[in-house]
């Protein structure tokens, strides 16, 4: 669970209101404190669900670590509150990370942005296919 010290900021978000869209640019690492999250892909006019969140699970964290756009989109399924894990803590700590493990860091968020794109065109065949039956 995430400390309250790190939370620099908390937001409210209404039901079915986007928190951030696929493709922009964000260094925000956010964690749900109330409420959940829906994170989806949108592929040829369809929906992909990627995942559903609530409390304690963190989101925008690749963003932050790779500085690389938004990856997904992010929408409050139910009335949410989510706090945004303050910057300047996260910039000291990821500073006090030797180079090797920053690397290693990287790499494992590149693999990640590669099996969500993996995931996603997976789902959209399986939805093409029930379409076709």
Request: aromatic residues 6%; charged residues 30%; contains cysteine.
């Amino acid at each position: 669970m995430i400390s309250a010290r790190i939370i620099g900021l908390t937001e409210s978000y209404k039901a079915g209101k986007v928190i951030f869209k696929e493709g922009t640019f964000g260094e925000g690492t956010y964690v749900v404190i109330e409420g959940q999250i829906e994170i989806s892909k949108m592929v040829n006019n369809d929906k992909i669900i990627i995942a559903k969140l609530g409390k304690g699970d963190i989101f925008g964290e690749m963003s932050y670590l790779d500085r690389g756009p938004r990856s997904a989109h992010v929408m409050a399924i139910t009335d949410v509150t989510v706090g945004l894990l303050n910057k300047d803590l996260l910039e000291e700590e990821i500073n006090k990370t030797a180079e090797y493990f920053m690397v290693i860091i990287k790499a494992i968020v590149k693999r990640l942005r590669n099996t969500t794109l993996e995931l996603v065109s997976l789902k959209e065949q399986c939805a093409r296919n029930i379409k076709k039956n």
